[in-house]
């Protein structure tokens, strides 16, 4: 069963807009949120992460926003670029699970020039 | 830079067949995965290994197994392909260590069809 639920499946947003993807999970043993970030034809790769200690985290014009009492999580992209079209999955880690990750269903973002 | 190589992007075969995914890291890390990735799924675990000749179920591994006879390659086997085993499948490694949230670096992808 999916333990991480991500939404929406795809996004189409315009250049210098935001991007919004947001997840949300059931178990309260998760302590490690990361988000990857994959382009056409590579394997995904570690775009931002965040610890539950902390409500935001930000990297440039990605910001990682958490909110724990919801248990969700969601990631803004600032100022989207043409560039920044890619598949997004956000993960969650258990606190017992060492390095296992549980990951979302993946949003396909598209920046419109 | 991290380096994990799968040996092929691209694979048909046919039902009933033995088939082999191999996956190469160079950096030394004691944790392996694999996954399946499907639209609409996201990224399935498969099976993990976090030392050599040792492994742990994923979430769906039905139809598959493993081999990890040496630290940085991992191998995937389906023991007899189905045609519902067609899917992208990325191999990804990371260091061990819990706590300091090591990054899972990820191959390419094999994408592979069964006919």
């Known amino acids: 069963q999916q333990q991480v639920k991500q939404s929406p499946q795809s996004l189409i947003v315009q250049k210098g807009g935001i991007s919004i993807i947001n997840c949300a999970y059931e178990n309260t043993a998760f302590d490690y949120f990361p988000w990857y970030q994959q382009f056409p034809g590579k394997g995904p790769a570690l775009l931002i992460a965040?610890?539950?200690?902390?409500s935001e985290k930000k990297e440039g014009r990605f910001t990682i926003s958490f909110n724990k009492s919801a248990k969700q999580f969601s990631l803004h992209i600032m100022d989207s670029q043409p560039g920044d079209s890619a598949t997004y999955f956000c993960?969650?880690?258990?606190?017992?699970?060492?390095?296992?990750?549980?990951f979302g269903e993946g949003t396909q973002l598209t920046v419109n020039p | 830079d991290v380096k994990v190589t799968q040996s092929s992007r691209y694979l048909v075969k046919r039902t009933g067949e033995k088939v082999f995914l191999e996956c190469v890291q160079d950096?030394?890390?004691?944790?392996m995965f694999w996954y399946r990735q499907d639209p609409g799924l996201g990224l399935r675990l498969i099976y993990f290994s976090y030392d050599v000749k040792m492994k742990e179920k994923g979430d769906i591994p039905e139809g598959y197994s493993v081999s990890r006879e040496k630290k940085e390659r991992f191998s995937l086997i389906l023991e007899s392909a189905s045609t519902n085993q067609t899917s992208m499948y990325l191999c990804?490694?990371?260091?061990?260590?819990?706590?300091?949230?090591?990054?899972?670096?990820f191959g390419d992808g094999t994408r592979l069809s069964i006919l």
């Open positions: 950096m030394d890390h004691e944790n």
């Open positions: 965040i610890r539950p200690d902390v």
């Open positions: 993960a969650a880690r258990g606190e017992t699970s060492g390095s296992r990750l549980t």
């Open positions: 990804a490694s990371s260091l061990l260590g819990h706590y300091s949230n090591q990054p899972q670096h």
